[in-house]
């Protein structure tokens, strides 16, 4: 009975995450983590702070996923979206507390959103895969408490 308590307490522990659809995409997803590392060093040199954890995926050309964000009314973010090497195109779509788009940056390699929210609660993201020349690819989104200063 132990043993069997354990197994089921250690399979618990294990994320249900489901295998990359090629075999070196732990090769991309830490392409991702190096990309947001290097995304988030060049933004916090400008005085912006990550705030919550990254979201890292994997998706088809003309696939979507969504996710929420808790945003604070009067504060200003910024949210970075970054692709591996096979990916020619994503879009990034932000929606307020309300369904409405907020903000969009479509078609890009390395889309980004700059935003102060009216209203503080959990705004929605879209992310597409508009293109990729192996796919799938893998993408991650990282987003930051400040708006990257404009250039003098």
Request: charged share 20%; glycine share 8%; with cysteine.
């Amino acid at each position: 009975m132990k043993t069997r308590a354990g197994a089921v307490l250690a399979l618990a522990a294990v994320p249900l995450v489901p295998p990359p659809a090629r075999p070196q995409g732990s090769r991309w997803e830490r392409q991702i983590q190096e990309y947001l590392q290097r995304t988030t060093a060049a933004l916090s040199r400008q005085g912006l702070q990550r705030t919550g954890t990254p979201k890292v995926g994997l998706l088809l050309v003309d696939q979507s996923e969504w996710f929420t964000i808790t945003m604070h009314a009067g504060t200003a973010y910024t949210l970075v979206a970054v692709c591996d090497n096979d990916c020619t195109g994503l879009d990034l779509v932000l929606y307020d507390t309300g369904r409405n788009e907020l903000d969009a940056n479509r078609a890009t390699p390395v889309p980004m959103i700059k935003v102060t929210p009216r209203e503080t609660g959990p705004h929605r993201v879209k992310v597409t895969l508009t293109g990729c020349s192996l796919s799938p690819c893998w993408y991650g989104i990282g987003a930051y408490r400040g708006i990257i200063p404009r250039p003098p």
